[in-house]
């Protein structure tokens, strides 16, 4: 049934706004249909942010313990030996948030950070996985090769066994010692030092030795055909280091063939293996004196 207006009997106009009720017109509500959506900003990956972070964590912790390892301490570039997995994190991580960005249909965002991760994590992965490996590389045949070599050759001569202590030398080392240098040269670092006890090489070493490897690099140029390798050696009375001249060649294939060692004593002199050879003549540079000559 149809209403009509209690009044005058005729329907309500279309398009009134309202309802007619028998007290009159009711406003009502109506719903706008050609209203603007309201468009929310994209959400930031945090996906995103976290491969940004650590790609620039890692770029710039890298860049720091290179220059604490220059002017520092050498002991500092251990620090970077972790870094190449921080970076191939922030790369996989960035991969990951481009992907779920470009799947989000603009609803998520955080492009620049995840490119930065995924760019600069590669980047700094591969520079400082290089890094690593050149590190272990001359570190650990140092520490697996030479120094155990060092210790057992500085216990023959220390027995006088100058033929097993031959077995350690370089041909031309071999050569030019003879059986009395070698005897003048252990005897007087009983002496001056006691007892020979061990041989070893690792963070302790670098750290103790790194102002006067240092030093043995800068006069090296030149001078010598090789840096040197730190040895700390243990004797009864005190602590020393000695720095081997050695094949590096030879070393990388796990063989040790010692030129020549300079041994710093605790009293800021030295005493060399040869009568003149490398290590003399690093002294001669650095202008240490030779007690032991």
């Known amino acids: 049934m149809i209403d009509t207006d209690a009044c005058t009997g005729e329907l309500p106009m279309e398009g009134s706004g309202g309802e007619w009720h028998a007290y009159g017109l009711v406003p009502t509500l109506g719903v706008m249909t050609d209203s603007p959506e309201v468009v929310m900003p994209p959400s930031y990956s945090a996906t995103a942010i976290l491969a940004g972070v650590l790609a620039i964590l890692s770029t710039a912790t890298c860049i720091g313990a290179t220059l604490a390892t ?73 520490r697996t090769v030479l120094a155990p070599a060092v210790e057992t050759m500085m216990t023959q001569g220390a027995q006088h066994d100058f033929d097993a202590v031959r077995m350690a030398l370089s041909p031309a080392a071999s050569e030019a010692l003879d059986d009395a240098r070698m005897r003048m040269v252990f005897e007087g670092l009983h002496s001056r030092a006691g007892a020979f006890e061990s041989a070893s090489f690792g963070l302790d070493v670098l750290r103790d030795s790194h102002e006067r490897l240092r030093a043995l690099a800068r006069s090296a140029r030149g001078s010598v055909d090789q840096v040197p390798k730190p040895i700390g050696m243990k004797f009864a009375s005190t602590r020393i280091i000695a720095y081997v001249f050695v094949d590096q060649d030879a070393l990388g294939k796990n063989q040790v063939q010692i030129a020549d060692i300079l041994f710093l004593l605790p009293d800021d002199t030295a005493a060399c293996l040869l009568a003149d050879g490398p290590a003399a003549k690093i002294a001669q540079v650095l202008r240490i004196a030779v007690t032991i000559p």
């Open 70 to 142: 220059r002017f520092v301490s050498p002991v500092a570039g251990v620090v970077i030996l972790p870094l190449p997995a921080v970076g191939l994190v922030a790369a996989i991580l960035g991969g990951a948030a481009l992907r779920s960005i470009r799947r989000s249909g603009g609803t998520l965002g955080g492009r620049p950070p995840a490119l930065i991760g995924v760019f600069v994590g590669l980047a700094s992965a591969v520079l400082q996985g290089s890094f690593s490996i050149a590190a272990l590389a001359t570190y650990w045949p140092v």
